[in-house]
């Protein structure tokens, strides 16, 4: 027991000293920022399906009827270069609040599916027409970057926005005359998501006529690093 105490005890007392070293340390903090403006090259149609019943069988069978439906009118239109997923699957006792006493009235089986194409692709139209012909389903269309283009970019957003700290840091040194800068520590700011720059529903798209182009603004992509020097 002796044994374990001691290693334990000399940690806790090298802790404090170890801190006040660090804070004797001489930093200087710099931010360092880059940012790429791209296009768009994504499109994604999002459906939300449910479907409520006395019997957990009866929820079940009759979504997935509605799912392989689509997926039937997708295949039917011939439709190039698209993936249909189905995600976030969940069965749930269908429970109802009514002045303020709670009561089960059979069960609600949910289901996301998303149809994912490119933002260019010219059979958008033919999309939204089997979407259409599947029966009653609400969507929302919205565009954005594929997760294949954010990785590729990744490396050259970090490089740069390295650079440009490197950059700030090198001037603030020569300015004021600091000898021996070098790098302390280098913290990542979490990778930022843009939300979809355009976005409609079903309603607005039927409404649009048969040739469906859509013109998107430029998303950017950024990236924020923190790079502390001493000297």
Excluded: C
């Excluded at 439906?69 to 269908?94: G, W």
């Excluded at 609040?97 to 260019?120: F, P």
Aim: hydrophobic share 40%.
């Amino acid at each position: 027991m002796k044994r374990i105490l001691i290693p334990i005890f000399a940690i806790l007392l090298a802790a404090p000293v170890f801190a006040q070293q660090i804070q004797q340390v001489p930093i200087i903090e710099v931010e360092g920022y880059a940012e790429r403006k791209i296009a768009a090259d994504e499109a994604i149609f999002s459906i939300n399906l449910e479907e409520k019943a006395m019997k957990v069988n009866d929820a079940v069978n009759v979504l997935n009827k509605k799912t392989q439906t689509l997926a039937d009118a997708l295949k039917k239109a011939r439709i190039k270069d698209y993936k249909l997923v189905a995600d976030n699957y969940s069965v749930d006792v269908n429970r109802i609040y009514q002045n303020g006493v709670s009561s089960d009235n059979g069960y609600v089986a949910r289901q996301n599916l998303r149809i994912v194409t490119s933002a260019t692709n010219e059979d958008l139209q033919k999309i939204v027409d089997a979407i259409g012909e599947a029966g009653d389903m609400s969507y929302n269309l919205h565009f954005g970057i594929s997760e294949a283009t954010r990785k590729s970019l990744e490396d050259a957003l970090l490089t740069d926005a390295l650079k440009d700290a490197e950059s700030r840091a090198m001037l603030i040194g020569n300015t004021l005359a600091l000898r021996g800068l070098r790098v302390f520590s280098v913290t990542l700011e979490p990778n930022y998501r843009p939300q979809p720059m355009y976005g409609m529903n079903a309603k607005v798209a039927m409404a649009e006529s048969s040739d469906m182009l859509i013109e998107t603004d430029d998303q950017t992509l950024t990236k924020r690093v923190y790079v502390k020097y001493t000297y």
